[in-house]
């Protein structure tokens, strides 16, 4: 398994304090709400964060997206991490 | 997935009138005119809205359920300084019962730390706190303000120490254009997650002071490097968002992401914006929240359906690439610098106006005039 020394599948992250996560009724779909930003998620992207609660950490989400989708569970982690990562990145995700 | 204010997907089904506008996405409550700051670039109109005409927290609940319902998802509480109004706490809680997400703009110069516990107990979800400058000196010159940046600190260390995430900004201009590294370096020491580099847009006060503040060209080309340099030294740090100087530039800024597009005004007095300024531009009446709903004034006043779209272009933005990009750029501009809003914004290099503007910046940035400071009751020129 790689791992990326920034985001371990053992690592545990929230969304942080001033970002939330809703959905958008009037337009569909899911969207973080940031300061001063919305970003629109596609259903991929709302199926991870809607699992990301703080207490369950980047494997346990993997493993469960892996049963739900019925999907390789090395993918799984290789995209979910790639977006975790770059939510970080954008200030909107932290690591507990 | 992708970041909305670039774009929404649009399929509207139009049969005859015209297509029905996608709901706005953000927007900014004006609660009060009232400030104790008296920034000479401030972007309320030269004249100000009294108390006495200010909506009541009634009125405003009903503005924001409405919001709510039409598709709105960030309500920026703005002024003036929004603290002035004591029902900032009941303002804030109405945003969160209709599930909008709440964005204090404040000075910060007002605000207890018991006041500020009531607005985070009420579920203010975000502060964004200006700063007019890194020193003291500076800050409290351009405030008109003594005392202000020692203030904005301990409210700055308050709001961090609350848990609630901040947001700096800082309006540039000729006096504090050479403070960004130490605004970058405040903004980090002060644990803020986002910085925002304004530098001023000349509309109301700040056209009338632009003598007084517009940069020469070579500090504002310098002062882009630095703030690029300091974006991707500190990313997944600290986020910086610039607003462009855009006198100095070759296309226009996409303003407001375009009229009556993505986000909409409310003034003190229940007034409804496309944005700040566009009670300059003249022939346009605006509708007010007393007399009809928000959805039918986002959909229906012929002033938002004035400039949105592309129908309203001339020709050669209408035959321009860049047409859904920039949207024609900013019609206040083109009314302040050519006395016509339907004009191309005369930043653009195509515009017959563009050289006429590079040199009225630099005249301004080679004269030396006094602020005229924000106050209320001064007479327009």
């Given at each position: 398994m790689t791992t990326s020394p920034e985001l371990q599948p053992t690592d545990t992250v929230r969304i942080p304090r001033g970002v939330r996560l809703r959905e958008d009724k009037a337009r569909g779909g899911w969207v973080l709400l940031a300061p001063e930003r919305v970003f629109q998620l596609d259903p991929i992207a709302r199926e991870v964060l809607t699992r990301v609660d703080g207490e369950r950490t980047i494997a346990d989400i993997v493993d469960d997206l892996a049963a739900a989708f019925d999907a390789p569970r090395e993918r799984i982690l290789t995209d979910v991490r790639a977006m975790l990562l770059d939510l970080m990145t954008k200030n909107v995700l932290e690591v507990v | 997935m992708t970041e909305a204010m670039a774009e929404y997907r649009r399929d509207t089904v139009s049969s005859t009138a015209k297509p029905v506008p996608q709901p706005p996405i953000g927007m900014l409550a004006e609660l009060t005119h009232r400030c104790p700051l008296q920034c000479p670039y401030c972007s309320n109109p030269i004249e100000l809205t009294r108390k006495r005409e200010e909506l009541d927290t009634d009125t405003w609940r009903r503005v924001f359920r409405q919001a709510a319902d039409m598709g709105v998802l960030q309500v920026h509480l703005s002024g003036?300084?929004?603290?002035?109004?004591?029902d900032l706490e009941a303002l804030i809680a109405s945003c969160v019962e209709s599930g909008l997400y709440s964005n204090l703009i404040t000075a910060g110069v007002n605000i207890s730390r018991a006041r500020l516990d009531a607005l985070a107990d009420a579920g203010l979800d975000h502060v964004q706190l200006s700063v007019q400058g890194a020193t003291a000196e500076v800050n409290d010159r351009i405030a008109n303000l003594p005392g202000a940046f020692d203030k904005k600190l301990a409210f700055a260390r308050n709001v961090t120490d609350v848990g609630l995430p901040l947001t700096l900004n800082s309006v540039i201009h000729r006096h504090n254009l050479h403070q960004i590294p130490d605004l970058v370096e405040l903004a980090v020491e002060l644990g803020a997650r986002r910085l925002e580099i304004a530098h001023a847009q000349y509309y109301g006060w700040a056209l009338e002071n632009r003598a007084a503040l517009m940069p020469p060209r070579e500090q504002v080309m310098e002062a882009l490097e630095l703030v690029e340099a300091a974006r991707e030294r500190l990313k997944g740090k600290l986020v910086i968002d610039a607003v462009v100087?855009?006198?100095?530039?070759r296309l226009p800024k996409p303003c407001m992401n375009g009229w009556g597009r993505q986000s909409l005004n409310v003034t003190p007095a229940g007034k409804v914006l496309?944005?700040?300024?566009?009670?300059?531009?003249?022939?346009l009446e605006f509708w007010n929240v007393r007399d009809h709903g928000l959805n039918e004034i986002w959909r229906d006043n012929p002033a938002f359906n004035a400039?949105?779209?592309?129908?309203?272009?001339p020709d050669s933005c209408q035959s321009c690439d860049r047409r859904e990009i920039d949207?024609?750029?900013?019609r206040c501009q083109a009314l302040a610098l050519t006395g016509d809003a339907t004009q191309m914004d005369p930043v653009c290099e195509l515009s017959p106006y563009h050289d006429e503007v590079q040199v009225l910046a630099i005249r301004d940035a080679g004269r030396d005039d006094d602020f005229r400071y924000r106050r209320f009751a001064a007479a327009p020129r």
């Open positions: - | 003036g300084e929004p603290a002035a109004r004591p100087p855009d006198y100095y530039a496309p944005c700040h300024a566009a009670e300059t531009i003249p022939g400039y949105r779209g592309t129908d309203w272009m949207w024609g750029g900013c």
